[in-house]
Nanobody, 114 residues
């Protein structure tokens, strides 16, 4: 069982920035993919950004150019840097990791207001 603990959510004005961090309970080198998904009210959970152990990143079109993702395998963490935030980015953000099975964090709320 892999535990994923998120931090860094909160309330921010449109145009601002937030940094989400997710710490894994096992070596990140065992996690083939780490990343972030989000779920807004009444919407399905959707991919935000992921990164492989080798550093290959994948982003949702809606966040390209605004969000970056990085992994610190020595600290077993994945970081989502969110810039130029928009109200439509408001959602619960979930850390996600895959070994043989998928694992999820408990989620952290991000709210962007005008």
């Amino acid at each position: 069982q892999v535990q994923l603990v998120e931090s860094g959510g909160g309330l921010v004005q449109a145009g601002g920035s937030l940094r989400l961090s997710c710490a894994a309970s096992i070596s990140a080198l065992s996690l083939n993919v780490m990343g972030w998904y989000r779920q807004a009210p009444s919407k399905q959970r959707e991919l935000v950004a992921t990164m492989t152990t080798g550093g290959v990143a994948n982003f949702a079109d809606s966040v390209k150019g605004r969000f970056t993702i990085s992994r610190d395998n020595a600290k077993n963490t994945v970081i989502l840097q969110m810039n130029s935030l928009k109200p439509e980015d408001t959602a619960i953000y979930y850390c996600h990791a895959i070994t043989t099975y998928p694992f999820w964090g408990q989620g952290t709320q991000v709210t962007v207001f005008y």
